[in-house]
């Protein structure tokens, strides 16, 4: 246990579906991360939120629209997505961002299959 | 942008046997981590290692920041610690915040 919860731990869905991943951190962190790990390819990340504050956009596909309503939670909706998005989405979070760095801590991930 | 690199790519291991996975970086970062990712995908945090040396029971980890590399040792290797292997380092974006770039991992495989 991390303190960083995902729900649903997989999902399969039609190209033409609308879903929504969930990520909630019960460790005090004011950060949260969406992060995307395809077969082959190095995870890598998609969405920063700082205080509630989008600060990073990792040119995403608008397919993908993240909402983060408070500190503690995440989502990450989806809809018309392609099955090149089939892929491991992993949340995580970590203590205010500044120019020392702090540890982001990951949750168990959502195996998203798109079919 | 930075480019992480890990070696070796894979790794196959006989129970009781030492290891040392490598992690090269390619520009000044403020911190790494090193995580092992289980089979069923969640990311386990090993070390938060910005510089120096750190031990955690069976695993240490050494980074030396100025020549931009960090090594992780498992020693007496076990079945339970096969997995992949993740060095990410923290680079502070232009929006001030920060972003985990991840190398390519180790795919370590110890057998009984």
């Known amino acids: 246990e991390t303190g960083v919860t995902q729900t649903p731990r997989h999902l399969v869905m039609g190209m033409t579906n609308k879903k929504s991943l969930k990520c909630e951190q019960h460790l005090g962190h004011n950060a949260m991360y969406w992060y995307k790990q395809s077969a082959k390819k190095p995870l890598e990340l998609m969405f920063v939120y700082n205080f509630k504050e989008q600060t990073e956009n990792n040119s995403v596909p608008s397919r993908f629209s993240p909402e983060c309503p408070n500190s503690s939670h995440l989502f990450l909706h989806l809809h018309t997505l392609q099955p090149e998005d089939s892929a491991l989405y992993l949340c995580?979070?970590?203590?205010?961002?500044?120019?020392?760095?702090?540890?982001?801590?990951f949750g168990p991930g959502t195996r998203l299959t798109v079919t | 942008g930075i480019q992480v690199e890990q070696s070796p790519p894979d790794l196959i291991l006989q129970e009781g046997a030492n290891s040392t996975l490598r992690c090269n970086f390619s520009?000044?970062?403020?911190?790494l981590q090193w995580f092992h990712q289980n089979p069923w995908g969640q990311l386990i945090n090993l070390f938060y290692i910005p510089s120096g040396t750190k031990q955690n029971g069976r695993l240490s980890a050494t980074t030396v920041a100025t020549e931009r590399y960090s090594l992780l040792y498992i020693s007496s290797s076990q079945t339970t610690d096969s997995g992949v292997y993740f060095c990410a380092v923290n680079l502070v974006s232009n929006f001030g915040n920060e972003k985990l770039t991840f190398g390519t991992g180790t795919r370590l495989t110890i057998i009984p």
């Open positions: 520009d000044s970062v403020n911190n």
């Open positions: 995580a979070s970590s203590h205010n961002p500044g120019l020392a760095g702090v540890e982001q801590y």
